[in-house]
């Protein structure tokens, strides 16, 4: 199994001088770089000798789609963003010296949307259809050593509609070129599991395939702490001839250091292939030692601690960036879960990248990781459900394989919403996908997520199959789970569908609104903005606001926690609207990565943090009576203020998660005071803004390393004179950068903007734009510089180190 590391990771690699003295068999590099790319369709292009010279040079992970525009007329429906999608091509020389000729060589893609048909030097390797799942081909009998030789893709997008959200084109994630010896451990051959954890030891068990090309091999496994030391190991021998054997082990591990969601920690392990004293193949890992269950009565347990499951559902598009794959975009949506208190994510509705996984394990999140949001009853005329009863097996075994081994995953979902859970087609698939899923893995249970909350009408919960029954919505059923479903353990698998537009308000807050309507109404008569009020108050008629569903979950131990629809907007899906919007209004954070209102609510409830926002900004009507809200945490009450008189003090009552007070507007400072026993815990002040001024960059890294791939996000607010965010800033910013960088792209979080990702200027929306910068491969000072009409330039310095 292929693996990326981390540069702490690689230095810990580099240290393990006594474990790997020997060179060893096997290389793993990235194959990203120096492709050339060509949007359209040309059969000839898979052939060796083409002509590709006047074809665009490009490094993946590349996706095209992001760099298009924004059009009703593209064939991606509104629900995919409106973005382009096509065909394209990728093609690259590389060259292999003499000397390497008896080794294997494979070709790994993390994932390719979609339809992806692969040659080498004119031969077809293969096609895979799934835009999501991570696969492999050998190029050993066909390549030319010495000599050059030339890969070839061809990526169909081209029958739309295929998805329900922003997919994105092309080679989206990472590709890898992985060299072994004649004999070797297959890709996904090797499973590493917590057999035992007990007193103060813990049984760690390896099963691993070993394809034998050789005899008198032996297997050696070793386990090291995160800084080096050998922990144990063990020597066993591999079955001689051509074959493909299992090799199984066991190792123990005294006092182990368990893998939680607050502290994570990961061992390191060594598989090594030998024959005599020689390393013919070797592969790392990571291992988290924990033990898990979920309880009938009680909920979730991790290491035998009650723990709510306080999750999010994410597409994996990355704002601006598209789908093309970045480590620090998804570390920086996670950093920002982290932050809310947010312990668990939920993968929709497909297999994530491996580098997501990979910050999971080491930021301390839990994983459903799903696999499909349709098996044979289609959602979109081209979507899946074309190539479910040819591929499913094969793409379900790569996934669980590839994943396995990540300790964050303790959750497989073989379906979202799937349609057969209507008839009696879902008895039977449901049972050969989890028959699929335990013959890998039996150490974690299996789930999908079921939109129909009667049992008796649930033909994929009435298969028996499922170790966990998942939820989508249905609230009004959780607090009767245990009559409904007795002796069934249960986790909310998505919930909420609220709706907000950062920094948009409108009154009153104390109904809740259902936008749209009914199923009868397919969009929502909202307002000429086309905005949802940033107040908690408002959701799709499947769903409910935010607070009303956690009121439940939190209430009952049995509710082992929930998924929020969604940690993050994502590219597609704008409900409630139509066109011009593009992007969804269920995040929590919008899809710039700012956070909106309710995201304290969340953090209120979800950390120890001392927690105080108000809600609305105080820009508003002379006259007009504003709804002022405060979440809080750590105190007994809130006192408000408006330009130093106070407007009385709010505690929350029963099951309140805010307070709030009804304001007549005066212009100046609406100020809060939180309070325990009477000493103050925190306090807050909101002010009216004047006119625009001045532009503020506040840089999130600003020393990234010069990879060409790490980010420094720098957030760009519109202020007044005095340094206040004016509320309803919309100023045109340009960018200008200089040394070291690229711009990789620019956002506001607005659903409706149709202005392109790939640009040196964006709109600010409600006082707040994003711009994003990406390292090139030598060091350096990078300068971005930010003008508006009408205010003074301002810049920012990032090292490039």
């Not at 493909?244 to 920690?265: F, K, R």
């Not at 107040?535 to 008629?541: K, Q, S």
Request: glycine share 8%; with cysteine; aromatic share 12%.
């Amino acid at each position: 199994m292929q693996l990326k590391w981390f540069s702490i990771t690689l230095v810990w690699i580099l240290s393990l001088t006594t474990a790997l003295a020997q060179p060893g068999a096997r290389t793993i590099k990235s194959f990203d770089n120096d492709w050339l790319f060509y949007l359209g369709d040309d059969s000839l292009a898979r052939n060796v000798n083409y002509n590709a010279g006047s074809w665009r040079s490009l490094n993946l992970p590349h996706d095209w789609s992001i760099e298009g525009a924004f059009d009703e007329k593209n064939a991606t429906t509104q629900a995919e963003g409106g973005l382009p999608a096509g065909i394209g091509w990728y093609r690259k020389i590389f060259t292999l010296p003499a000397a390497l000729k008896d080794k294997n060589f494979f070709i790994n893609f993390d994932g390719v949307y979609r339809n992806s048909e692969v040659w080498i030097n004119g031969h077809y390797l293969g096609k895979r259809p799934n835009g999501y799942i991570s696969f492999q081909y050998n190029l050993t009998p066909y390549l030319q050593f010495g000599g050059s030789n030339v890969i070839a893709v061809k990526v169909d997008n081209s029958g739309q509609p295929n998805s329900r959200w922003y997919s994105g084109s092309g080679i989206y994630r990472h590709v890898w070129m992985t060299s072994t010896g004649k004999s070797y451990i297959p890709e996904g051959g090797a499973f590493i599991k917590t057999a035992d954890v007990s007193g103060n030891r813990a049984i760690i068990n390896f099963q691993t395939q070993v394809m034998v090309n050789e005899d008198n091999l032996r297997l050696k496994a070793s386990i090291y702490t995160a800084s080096g030391e050998l922990v144990n190991s063990i020597i066993t021998s591999v079955g001689n001839g051509d074959t493909l054997a299992t090799v199984s082990q066991n190792i123990i591990v005294g006092h182990p250091n368990l893998w939680s969601i607050d502290h994570p920690y990961l061992y390191k392990v060594v598989l090594q292939l030998l024959s005599g004293k020689q390393v013919v193949d070797n592969e790392q890992h990571t291992l988290g030692i924990r033990y898990f269950n979920f309880d009938v009565q009680r909920g979730f347990f991790l290491n035998g601690e009650s723990v709510k499951i306080k999750g999010v559902c994410l597409h994996h598009d990355e704002g601006a960036l598209g789908a093309a794959v970045n480590t620090r975009a998804m570390e920086r949506q996670l950093q920002i879960l982290k932050d809310m208190g947010c312990n668990a994510i939920r993968t929709s509705h497909n297999p994530p990248a491996p580098e997501f996984l990979d910050l999971c394990d080491r930021m301390g999140f839990i994983v459903m990781d799903e696999a499909f949001d349709m098996w044979e009853k289609k959602k979109n005329k081209h979507d899946y459900h074309e190539d479910f009863k040819k591929w499913h097996k094969r793409d379900l075994e790569d996934q669980v394989k590839r994943d396995r081994n990540h300790p964050s995953v303790f959750l497989w979902s073989i379906g979202n919403e799937i349609r057969e859970q209507f008839d009696s087609t879902g008895i039977t698939i449901a049972r050969e996908l989890v028959s699929i899923v335990k013959k890998l893995d039996n150490t974690r249970p299996v789930t999908s997520a079921l939109s129909e909350s009667d049992p008796k009408k649930n033909f994929i919960y009435q298969s028996g199959a499922l170790d966990l029954v998942g939820l989508n919505y249905h609230q009004e059923v959780y607090a009767n789970f245990p009559k409904n479903y007795p002796n069934q353990k249960f986790i909310a698998t998505e919930t909420m569908s609220a709706l907000e537009t950062r920094g948009f308000y409108d009154t009153p807050t104390d109904t809740t609104r259902h936008w749209p309507h009914s199923s009868k109404e397919k969009f929502a008569k909202g307002n000429p903005e086309v905005a949802v009020t940033a107040y908690d108050n408002v959701a799709a008629y499947w769903g409910t606001t935010h607070e009303e569903t956690w009121k439940i979950i939190k209430k009952y131990d049995f509710l082992s926690g929930l998924f929020v629809w969604t940690g993050f907007d994502y590219i597609g899906e704008p409900v409630p609207y139509a066109w011009p919007a593009r992007s969804s209004y269920y995040g929590i954070v919008d899809l710039a990565g700012f956070p909106k209102d309710v995201y304290y609510m969340y953090q209120s409830e979800w950390t120890d943090k001392p927690v105080l926002h108000l809600l609305p900004h105080w820009n508003h009507n002379p006259g007009e009576t504003i709804d002022v809200w405060a979440y809080y945490s750590q105190a007994d009450e809130v006192e408000l203020f408006l330009n130093g008189q106070s407007l009385g003090t709010r505690a929350k009552q029963n099951d309140d998660l805010h307070v709030s007070w009804k304001v007549p507007y005066q212009p100046g400072t609406l100020k809060a005071i939180s309070r325990k026993s009477g000493r103050i815990i925190k306090t807050e002040e909101i002010y009216t803004a004047g006119p625009p001024a001045q532009i503020k960059l506040d840089v999130d890294r600003a020393s990234i390393k010069a990879d060409g791939r790490d980010l420094s996000y720098i957030t760009v607010s519109v202020l007044d004179k005095n340094g206040h965010v004016v509320s309803n800033a919309d100023n045109l910013i340009q960018f200008n950068i200089t040394g070291p960088g690229v711009m990789a792209g620019v956002d506001n979080g607005s659903p409706t903007s149709m202005e392109p990702f790939k640009a040196s200027q964006h709109k600010a929306f409600h006082g707040l734009c994003l711009a994003i910068v990406q390292a090139k491969q030598n060091a350096g000072i990078i300068t971005l510089t930010a003008q508006a009409e009408g205010m003074p330039k301002t810049k920012v310095i990032i090292r490039a180190r």
